[in-house]
């Protein structure tokens, strides 16, 4: 048996440069973790404003608005605190693969609480439709306007940097994909409420009001099925990337007699996969020679090797295992 991992027969410093390589954090994650927390404050704030106003006006996309803010405090404060458990929990080994999916686990959460919230706002819209009341267009337009303006401040303070930005990747830091999502949802509920709003106001156009929230209730809803389906499958660790298990197989057979007979490629975090490799050769290799073969590979943070000697061995046994 071979192993590459780090020798932790000289102490706590070789103990700790091990569990440092279990850390599958994202590389922006102290930028989000920080801003995620004060966008957390100004959907508070702007929470209580949106509420307030849509009750002394009775308009119902002003209400919707405010009741989409609240799931947006309550989503950004679980995506703050994933943030702050993995950092802190990042290095107890207690976490086999680290806490890099605790966002995908805030993502999920985040998803459901969007759901729920498209159900609330159509369900009010269709009472609404069929017993409307009378909205105070004038003193709803500038309270909608400013809950439009303070959603595109809080996108632009969560908008993705960096190696995140460059890459593009649209299942890297999920957490902080979540929040933008729903900021980004709620700024479109908040342009349908305007637009209600001013039909209603320059044409008495009472249904605009309750048919805006209905388009609302539509959009967020395929906003969340969007989340569900990609923390869902983050979570139970569907392969990630076709064409990344396809090069690694590629560089595994790279020789005469060397087949991968079990091939394993999951997520651990953002920008960070783990993968397992079952490798039967005539004349197996060392396991590190194979792992050096994957050097290169972007994303590839934790690589486990098993050789199989000979074609009789396919089915049972082993000759190496390394971890990394």
Not at 95 to 115: E, R
Not at 132 to 142: H, I
Not at 203 to 211: C, E, K, Q, S, Y
Request: net charge neutral.
């Amino acid at each position: 048996m071979t192993s590459d991992a780090p020798d932790t027969t000289d102490g706590a410093p070789a103990l700790d440069a091990f569990r440092a390589d279990r850390v599958y954090l994202g590389a922006d994650h102290r930028r989000n973790e920080r801003r995620t927390w004060i966008v957390t404050g100004i959907c508070a704030a702007t929470l209580a404003a949106l509420v307030a106003g849509g009750a002394a006006t009775r308009s119902l996309a002003l209400i919707a608005s405010g009741l989409h803010m609240a799931a947006h405090v309550a989503a950004l404060l679980v995506a703050s605190a994933a943030y702050a458990m993995a950092r802190r929990h990042a290095g107890n080994p207690a976490f086999s693969f680290g806490t890099g999916k605790l966002g995908y686990l805030a993502g999920f959460t985040n998803a459901v609480v969007l759901a729920v919230t498209a159900v609330l706002i159509g369900v009010e819209s269709i009472i609404r439709l069929l017993n409307p009341e009378p909205v105070d267009y004038t003193n709803a337009l500038p309270i909608a306007a400013a809950g439009l303006v303070v959603n595109l401040v809080c996108i632009w303070l969560l908008r993705p940097t960096g190696a995140a930005a460059a890459r593009n990747d649209p299942q890297g830091d999920l957490n902080l994909s979540a929040a933008h999502l729903h900021l980004s949802a709620d700024a479109i509920v908040s342009i349908f409420a305007l637009a209600a709003i001013l039909a209603g106001r320059q044409f008495g156009w009472a249904f605009a009001d309750p048919v805006a929230g209905l388009l609302a209730a539509g959009l967020v809803g395929q906003f969340a099925w969007t989340l569900l389906r990609r923390a869902g499958a983050a979570l139970l660790d569907i392969n990630p990337s076709p064409e990344l298990t396809a090069e690694i197989r590629r560089r595994l057979s790279d020789e005469a007699g060397e087949r991968v007979i079990d091939l394993h490629l999951w997520r651990l975090g953002p920008g960070h996969h783990a993968v397992i490799a079952v490798i039967a050769a005539e004349h197996p290799k060392p396991a590190a020679a194979y792992r050096a073969r994957l050097a290169g590979l972007a994303g590839l943070s934790h690589v486990t090797v098993e050789i199989r000697e000979g074609a009789e061995s396919l089915g049972d046994g082993h000759a190496g295992h390394s971890h990394g």
